[in-house]
């Protein structure tokens, strides 16, 4: 339905009222006139007739001689502007002011002669026979001694009554258009001095409406109007305050569950997201804008934490269970679901409008704990090779090997090959042990250091197996490139890459050993080798300890599975990182990541 504005509903009416009064005031006044004119015609009608009966009578009561009576007449009638008739009480026209007597038909059943004759004359309006226009006529009966002799009839026209009204009928109608035009003007002024506080009002509201609530309302002259504005101030205050004690506890809910690492999910009895933090998004890959108020199977495509959140709603009571994402990567969720009761007053029992699953991220933990147990087999599985490789050899020596020379001492040369590697094994886990430490002590410095040099030093210690296998190795690196770094630790960092490219090199092939500064600001080092390449779903986990992509050829080349997980941790004590670029057939780059470069200087 359309709506309009109050000015527009109440002006109209307040004109109209106005409008129809003055019209009704006009038309009445203006009937009232005419009549009032019409009487006073009437009258005059009377009194010229009153003036003229006795000359008129007396005429009559000569005899025949009615000439005179019309000579009388039509010298009489025009300089009074009022047609004179004079009937016989038979009808017959004797005298007429305007037609020759003899000319006119019999009047004697025209209703002002018959009102005359009867004794009770009046005014009569119609139109005239005679002279075809309208015509008002006053007649009275002419008496001499208590017989009529005739009848006196006094007319003037209409038209020219109409015409005197008429002037009298515009001043009219120009003193109603003026007063119109004020009433109008007064009508609009009193329109708006009621809107006006209203719309004050509406301002106000919208304001309020908006979450203005510092604006006040004028209080106006009305009573009413004041009533009202002091009652929406008073209703804007108490908002107001509300609406901060609001704020308040929705920012501290907010800052709570958004500096929450677990994460939180609440959803109604209609399964609508109520509130989801933004640890709760980011674990399970949602859009943290736009969850809430829509359905948690639009959010959360999981069927295990669905059906959590189901088992809470029918068992009502509190649902524990790990939950696996595969996007992208595999994560573990530990999910805890209860049931969501609204709030109460002290003794009402509380209302369940819903459930609240808080999760947990286990994934590091569950990693972790994949690491341990491989660890554990994996090192048992390490020193149970030459332990059972020893201890068999010397079991064969102790039964009677001892007792031939050479099977005695190629016996011992095993026993002392895997004593060793069972000894590089020991160094390496110490190693480890001793790297994983540093960072909780405080003699480990970095001291600005030459890369060429320590990379250097790291292709001299490598240079035998180098040389065993024809193997040639590129050193490409600018003198003066220096970075804060422990010389020693980076030095056996680059060696155990060498090292393995080494290893996993096929004779007469190049090894890159190279080193530069990115625009990104950090020192690469890298190795490259033209080797077997490794797979890429080995890559992640290379730096693993004792994590082989091929074990029985690693063994065989005396590797003992520790040495990238060492290079890890070394690059960790720099505030850098290791990184892997493989591919099957294409050999690999192994890149180390140093940070915080300091001013190269020129070579000493």
Not at 122 to 149: C, F, K, Q
Request: proline share 5%; hydrophobic share 40%; net charge negative.
């Amino acid at each position: 339905m359309h709506k309009r504005r109050l000015l527009w509903q109440l002006f109209p009416v307040y004109l109209l009222t106005m409008l129809l009064t003055l019209l009704a005031a006009g038309w009445y006044g203006s009937r009232t006139l005419k009549e009032f004119y019409y009487e006073k015609t009437g009258g005059n009608l009377m009194s010229r007739a009153r003036l003229l009966e006795e000359e008129i009578t007396r005429q009559l009561a000569k005899g025949e001689d009615y000439h005179r009576i019309d000579d009388l007449c039509e010298r009489l009638g025009g300089p009074a502007s009022t047609r004179l008739t004079v009937i016989l009480p038979n009808g017959r026209v004797v005298g007429d002011s305007e037609k020759p007597a003899d000319e006119m038909e019999n009047h004697a059943d025209r209703p002002e002669i018959i009102a005359a004759l009867a004794g009770t004359p009046h005014p009569s309006v119609r139109p005239s026979d005679t002279l075809g226009i309208d015509m008002m006529y006053v007649a009275i009966p002419l008496e001499r001694d208590g017989r009529v002799l005739g009848v006196l009839r006094t007319s003037v026209p209409v038209m020219s009554i109409e015409g005197s009204l008429r002037a009298v009928r515009w001043q009219v109608a120009g003193g109603v258009l003026v007063v119109a035009i004020l009433a109008a003007v007064a009508s609009w002024f009193l329109a708006r001095r009621i809107t006006q506080p209203l719309e004050q009002l509406k301002r106000g509201a919208e304001q309020f409406a908006r979450g203005d609530f510092s604006h006040r309302l004028p209080t106006g002259d009305s009573v009413e109007v004041a009533a009202l504005s002091e009652t929406m101030n008073q209703m804007a205050a108490e908002l107001d305050a509300r609406l901060r004690t609001v704020i308040r506890q929705r920012n501290e809910v907010e800052a709570v569950l958004s500096s929450m690492v677990e994460g939180v999910v609440a959803v109604d009895q209609r399964h609508r997201v109520i509130t989801l933090n933004q640890a709760g998004a980011r674990l399970l890959t949602a859009n943290f804008e736009t969850a809430r108020g829509r359905s948690l199977e639009e959010v959360v495509r999981n069927p295990r934490l669905l059906a959590l959140v189901e088992s809470v709603f029918s068992e009502k009571e509190a649902v524990e269970d790990e939950i696996v994402l595969y996007d992208p990567d595999e994560r573990y969720l530990h999910a805890q679901g209860t049931v969501l009761r609204d709030m109460e007053p002290p003794g009402a029992r509380p209302g369940e409008i819903g459930v609240l699953v808080v999760l947990h991220d286990v994934t590091q933990l569950r990693r972790l704990e994949r690491v341990r147990r491989d660890f554990v087999a994996n090192v048992s599985h390490e020193l149970r090779t030459p332990i059972t490789s020893i201890k068999g050899f010397v079991e064969t020596l102790l039964d009677g090997a001892l007792q031939q020379p050479d099977d005695a001492v190629r016996f011992l040369s095993i026993v002392a090959i895997q004593t060793d590697r069972l000894n590089a094994i020991i160094e390496d886990l110490l190693t480890l042990s001793r790297l994983e430490q540093d960072p909780q002590r405080t003699d480990l410095t970095l001291e600005p250091g030459r890369i060429r040099e320590i990379l250097e030093s790291a292709v001299a210690v490598c240079e035998p197996a180098v040389t065993e296998k024809d193997l040639t190795i590129d050193l490409t690196c600018d003198p003066g490139l220096q970075a804060n770094v422990n010389a020693a630790l980076l030095e056996q960092a680059v060696v155990n890459l060498v090292g393995n490219a080494v290893k996993y090199s096929d004779q007469g092939q190049t090894i890159h050993v190279e080193a530069e500064q990115v625009p990104s600001g950090e020192i690469v080092l890298r190795v490259r080798d033209h080797g077997c390449g490794i797979a890429r779903e080995h890559l992640p986990r290379l730096f693993e300890r004792f994590y082989r992509v091929d074990k029985a050829r690693s063994r065989k080349l005396g590797g003992t599975g520790l040495g990238l997980a060492i290079v890890k941790h070394i690059m960790q004590l720099h505030g850098g990182r290791a990184t892997v670029q493989s591919e099957p057939g294409e050999g690999s780059i192994f890149s180390l990541h140093l940070p915080h470069p300091v001013e190269a200087s020129e070579p000493a």
